[in-house]
């Protein structure tokens, strides 16, 4: 399993992933889950994939390939996100159809497009198997894929239209804790993209390992923090009366 959020601001866009493939008692392997793509100046375009491994890996090879033989049909010769995403999810139905009509087994996987097209506003949008895809909005600015529950009412409780982008990055990077603390088949390096609106070969990217100093600060406050605020909770017999009509049989 794998986690991986997309968040589309008015400032730009933040994309955080994750990068364990396996977790078991004596086995845990890593592999990023990031991918950035090689675009033409007008563009910056990034896919985060979660799912089988086989498949993700098929799905970026393939379009590497149509941009390296110059296919008619690419991500560099698409005009709106909303295209690249539709692309995407034929790439990525292709892929699983050959798999399971190989083996019979159904190797599915679900991305993350983010990005943005010179002329439009940076957004993104998720892939499911089966082809189709949704995008963010404003009452839900960001997208998650993979482990998602764990670190989604973090997300809810902060993360806005209007938010900066350096809080919506240390946002993701407490949904990804609480995650890791929860799932242990979530875990580091931790890779964090920052994109500025209109910037489009300026993202900044960030990977933190296991015991990185600030992922480690980051993990110790929220947790500080959060025991201050339970301790400082209205306590119960103070403020509310039992029931005294306690059913019994």
Known sequence: MTYCIGISLDAGLVLTSDSRTNAGIDHVSTYSKMHRCITTPDRCLVIMS????????????QIRRDVQEGAPRNINTLNYLADVAEYLGDV???RIRKHTEQTGFVPDATLILGGQIQGRNPN??????QGNYITSSDDTPYLQIGESKYGKP???????RDASL????ICSLISMDSTMKSNAS??????????PRD?????????????DPYLLEIRHEWANQLNRAFRSMPRLESHAQPDSNLHTF
């Not at 993104?124 to 198997?129: D, G, K, L, T």
């Open 50 to 61: 979660a799912g089988n491994l086989a498949t993700t890996q098929g799905v970026i090879q």
């Open 166 to 169: 350096e809080d919506a990055a």
């Open 92 to 94: 990525l139905v292709t």
């Open 154 to 160: 973090v997300l809810d409780r902060f993360i806005t």
């Open 124 to 129: 993104i949008y998720m892939i499911y198997p």
């Open 186 to 195: 979530v875990g580091p390096p931790i890779e964090v993209l920052i994109y």
């Open 199 to 211: 910037q489009f070969n300026k993202p900044k990217h960030y990977k933190f390992e296991a015991e």
